[in-house]
């Protein structure tokens, strides 16, 4: 089990690893050894541990993690060994699950304040009359 929160868990069996030659350091060792992780979280969308309107929402946050099924591809090749690079897919996907929980709240449209708007004309009164006061008063030249 895979914690979330405290309320949401995701099941180890709807997650499916895959291993590969990763690129990056390792030296020799990086022929030999699959150390890059790949996690595919197959029923990303059909499962009841997380609502529907924060998977859509991670849809529209996460577009290029979702396959055209509605899986979940994760990989990570930042460590060299495998059981590193598994806890660091492991944490992007709940870090994913947990900015897609956090509903946004919705902006209130307000006006500007009958104050504010004097305050403005005021200094832009003033800027004027002060910009009016250095010009030379004279002739036309």
Do not use: H
């Not at 059981?83 to 994913?96: H, V």
């Not at 307000?110 to 002060?130: I, P």
């Amino acid at each position: 089990m895979l914690p979330i929160t405290e309320t949401i868990t995701i099941a180890d069996d709807e997650l499916e690893w895959s291993f590969a030659r990763a690129g990056g350091p390792g030296g020799q060792n990086v022929n030999k050894v699959a150390s890059k992780a790949v996690l595919r979280w197959r029923s990303a969308t059909t499962t009841a541990a997380i609502p529907a309107p924060a998977i859509a929402r991670m849809k529209t946050t996460f577009p290029s993690r979702f396959t055209t099924e509605g899986d979940v591809v994760i990989q990570s090749q930042k460590y060299r060994d495998q059981e590193r690079n598994k806890e660091d897919c492991l944490l992007k996907l709940t870090e994913m699950v947990r900015v897609s929980l956090v509903e946004p709240t919705v902006r209130k449209k307000t006006k500007v304040s009958r104050g504010a708007k004097k305050r403005r004309v005021a200094d832009k009164r003033r800027n004027s009359d002060k910009k009016q006061s250095r010009r030379a008063s004279g002739g036309d030249d």
